[in-house]
Structure formats: C-alpha cells, structure tokens
C-alpha cells in the first residue's frame, strides 16, 4: 500500500506586489526559519469528463522537490486532505488507481493540467526549535498538458495562467489555533483566501478547461455531488415546478426517496476508496449503505419501480455478504473474547484464549485479500455503473409526484405492518429453532422499517424520527438475540475442536448455557419492548 499522509493546511492567495508579514511571535512560533526553494513539475491525471475534478479529488505525477512522486490526495474535511505517494513511473500506479476506480469506473485517466511551481518554504518553530507548520509561496504557472511545450505556452490552443498561493500546513501539534492565528496575520498584510480549493481546480478554471460540476470546490466531502447525478437533479427541479403548479406544498414523494437514495450511493462510492485503505468502520458504514439502498428500494416501490430497481437489490445484497464475511469474524469473536474476560480464572480451564485465536486466525486468512478481489472485479465494476446510471435515470413511477407526506406514511406503516406480523408469529412459536429463526425474520422486518422511517424523516419529521428510534429498540433486541444464536454455534465448534485435541470443553460449554441463558432474556423482554414500540399513537402521529 501507498504511504500516506495527512495534509491539514489552508490556502491563500496574494498579488505580486503583496509581502509576506514576519511570522515570529504569533502563538507558540518563536522563530521562523527558511527552508529553501525548490522547482516542482507537476501532470495532473483525471477522465475527460473530470470525475476526479468533480470530486474533490487529485491525481498527479510530480518531479522536483522532497517527495517526488506519484501523489493522490483524497479529501477528508474542509482543509483537510490525506495525500497518498507512489514511487515515480511513467503510468499511474495501480496502488492509487484503484483507490479511485468507484469514481472512475473503466474510463481512461489521462494527463489533463500541467503545473510548474517554484516553491518558497518557510518553517514556523516553537521556542524549543520544534517544527509547528510550513508556509509555502508559490509562483504557480498552468497549462492545459495536452500539447503544452513549456510553461506559460498556449496548449491545445488554451492560454497559460500564473499566480501566486500561500500555503500553510501543520507538520506538528500546532493545532487549529495555530492556522487560525496564521490566517489572520496574513489577511491583515492582504493576503486573500484562495478562491479554489487545490491548484488543480483553479487551472482548470483559468484555462479554460472546467466542466459543469468541476467548478473550484470547497465544500467537505459530504457535500459534494456524484458523478453522473445532473439529469437527476433538473427532474427533480421539475417535478417540484409541477407540484406547485397543482397547489402542491413542499417536496415530492420523488425528491424524498431520491434525496435519500442519492446518499446511500454516495457513502458506497465514498468509502470505497477506505475500504481498500482498511480504514476503522469502513466496511461496517459502506455494508450499512447497501442495506439502506436495497431496503429503500423493497420499501418505496411506489415510489421507485420495483422491476427496475430488483436486480440491483440482489447485487446490493451479494456486496452486503462479502462486505459482511470480515466484520461478521471481527464481531463474534469480539463477543466470545469478553465473554471469556468475564469468567473468574478458575473456570477458564485449558487454552481457551489460544484455542479462539487459532479458530478466528483460520476465519481471517484470506477474507481480506478475498474483499479486495471482490473490489477490483467486474461484478463490482458493473454494480458501481448500475448505481450511476440509476442516478441519472431513475426509474420513478406515477406517485413520486405526489406529495411527500402521504406517500411517506403509506411506506412506513406497510412496513410496520409486515413487522408487526412478523413479530406476532415469532412470539407465538414454539421455543427452539423455530422461535429463533422466526425471531431472526422479525429482526430484519425492524431493520427495514427502522430504515424506511429514516429516509421519511425530510417529510414526516420528529414522528418518523421518533419512529425509527422505537423500532431501533426492537432491532437491537432481536440482534442481540440473533448474536447469541450465532455465538452458540461457534462456541458449539469450538468445544468440538478443543475435545478432539484432548483439551476438554467445560469453558466453550458454560459461555453456551450463559449465551442460552441471555437469549432466554431477550425472548422475555421482547413483549414489553414491543408494546411500547407498538401503540396506535405513534402510528397515528406519522400521518400527515
């Protein structure tokens, strides 16, 4: 994997004339230090229709400078960026390619902006001479790279441009306040914010290259749009329009579901790149959007038509497993570790703690490497184009015109309804496998009810929030209960194993009977949870 780094800076630009103010002496610096110049040449890479411009995102080749290289910088907050390096080649390094493919699908990325830049570094330092931040100036020069034979040259017909940007970057604890403090001294000398969120952006404006979406970002990167998503948006714009023609308030059915949908695409596409990366609760968030997308399909099909929108569901759910097979691991054998930190030394008989390292590692090898493999293959590639094209033609039916409230409601209590069903049975059946299955059934009728509640909360309010977070007491309930029924089963494996290597079972078997003992538990409190997440109020507050 690529080296990373996370840049934390802000950008700024100034006039030829404008000098720099002496630094010393704001917040802890106490000296500042010149680093020297140096010249860096840069080719920025993205699709010709700039998916990477549009997001936010940066591809380059740089030559010159401490970190020659290959750099891909991925945005993670307004200001912040983590800045991804290869070794220098003459093609974009596969290592950082993939990391964009759910942006770039199988479009080619080729050379689209060339930038050279003398660079002045000055090094701000506390009184122990600690390094708290660089301040870079820029002499910046851009040109289109098609064609382009030296700096400030016309390329492909296009103008060159020039200017001159400020950069100050943290490369200690300074903290905030440190850049804070350093805004303001340079504002103050008529130094301006950049008008352009990375120098990319701003070649792209000034030669003439940027495409509709690709202007100068500078929103965070939950804000920013996905690719192919424009037609989407002018019909929604127009649905609205005809709405209130007929003297109808508010959004549409459409513009809620969409709305919501929309996001759920967005965090697949967004975190695919942390996915890779094995970033913290990166699996687990994108494995929550595709259940999100795929129930939002099954419960809006009013809305969204279910001929449609079907078999992008069953590829939604084969993404969700292979998502699920390394965090299901990771959960169960969470659960069984503290289950064995609970018990007193003295009911800890044999090598249990090795025993369950031994089952999981077996469990692990090879889920990572399998994941990775599902992220670079075609049944994935071709998921990631389906959900774009579904951005861009959504395949809305006659009440996505309607009013959002109605249309809403209607969902959530069909929901309900299946719920309550579901539920009723699996407290009328027999204990055992039954009862277990039909609980585990009931669970997944919360969950899509808890979900659709949620995507109804633009149009329903405080009732659909306050609605999902009942039902939200039930999933839990039933997922607690279906948690322990797989831990017995592998703690049932487990006691096997360690009675074959002559090891005895007593441990494995007495977390099964406190397992057994904690779903009897659940199946106790689900009546009374139930009730409460139940009564005729709170679904009578859901109607508009």
């Known amino acids: 994997m690529a080296d990373t780094v996370r840049e934390i800076e802000r950008k700024y ?4 004339d404008t000098r720099l103010p002496d630094l010393a ?38 030559t010159g400078g401490r970190d020659a290289g290959w750099h891909l910088k991925l945005p993670v907050a307004p200001g912040v960026r983590d800045e991804l390096r290869a070794p220098l080649s003459e093609t974009p390094p596969p290592e950082l390619t993939a990391l964009v493919r759910s942006r770039v699908l199988d479009g080619e990325l080729v050379a689209v902006v060339r930038l050279r830049t003398r660079r002045t570094v000055r090094v701000l330092k506390d009184a122990a001479g600690t390094p708290l931040a660089e301040v870079a100036e820029d002499a910046v020069r851009a040109w289109p790279a098609a064609g382009a034979v030296d700096a400030g040259t016309a390329g492909a017909g296009r103008p060159g441009a020039r200017w001159r940007e400020i950069e100050v970057e943290l490369v200690g604890d300074g903290g905030a306040g440190l850049l804070d403090e350093v805004g303001r001294a340079l504002t103050a000398a008529g130094v301006r914010p950049a008008s352009a969120a990375s120098k990319l952006a701003r070649a792209l404006a000034e030669t003439g290259q940027s495409r509709d979406g690709a202007a100068p970002h500078t929103a965070g990167p939950d804000k920013r749009p996905i690719h192919g998503s ?33 996001e759920q695409v967005r965090v697949i596409i967004e975190l695919d790149p942390a996915v890779r990366r094995d970033l913290p609760d990166a699996v687990h968030r994108m494995r929550v959007a595709t259940r999100r997308l795929r129930s939002a399909f099954r419960s809006y099909t009013k809305v969204l038509d279910r001929a449609a929108t079907q078999s992008i569901g069953v590829e939604l759910k084969w993404l969700a497993a292979e998502l699920g097979v390394e965090r299901d691991r990771e ?29 999981s590692e077996r469990r692990r090898v090879g889920a990572r490497d399998r994941l990775l493999d599902v992220l670079d293959g075609p049944r994935y590639l071709a998921l990631l184009k389906i959900l774009h094209a579904f951005l861009e033609e959504p395949p809305l039916r006659r009440a996505a015109g309607r009013p ?62 306050k609605f ?35 090891e005895g079972g007593f441990t494995f078997g007495l977390l099964y009977g406190r397992e057994e003992a904690l779903a009897a538990d659940r199946e106790r409190a689900l009546p009374d949870v139930w009730r409460k997440a139940s009564r005729r109020k709170h679904r009578a507050a859901l109607r508009p």
Request: a positive charge.
């Open 331 to 359: 959960v169960l054998t969470e659960r069984l570790r503290e289950g064995l930190a609970e018990l007193p030394g003295t009911l800890r008989l044999g090598p249990v703690d090795a025993r369950l390292r031994i089952w």
């Open 25 to 62: 002496g704001i917040d802890r610096v106490a000296a500042v230090a010149e680093a020297g110049t140096e010249d860096l040449d840069a080719v920025y890479y993205d699709t010709a229709d700039q998916r990477l411009a549009v997001a936010g995102i940066t591809l380059r080749r740089r």
């Open 468 to 502: 999902a977070k009942r039902t939200k007491r039930v999933q839990q309930l039933l997922g607690d209960h279906q948690d322990s029924v797989v831990a017995r089963g592998a703690l049932r494996e487990l006691a096997t194993q360690a009675q074959r290597a002559g």
């Open 230 to 262: 424009g037609k989407a948006a002018a019909k929604a714009k127009a649905r609205g329009k005809g709405a209130a023609k007929h003297g109808k308030k508010g959004p549409t059915a459409g513009d809620v579901v969409l709305r919501y949908a929309r």
């Open 404 to 465: 959002a409230p109605e249309v809403a409601a209607g969902a959530v209590l069909k929901d309900y309804r299946r719920l309550a069903r579901r539920t009723e049975a699996a407290l009328a059946a027999p204990s055992g496998r039954e009862r277990d299955e039909a609980l585990h059934g009931a669970r997944k009728a919360a969950k899509r009810t808890r979900y659709a509640a949620e995507a109804a909360r633009p149009a329903l309010g405080r009732p659909a929030k």
């Open 13 to 16: 630009e100034a006039d030829d």
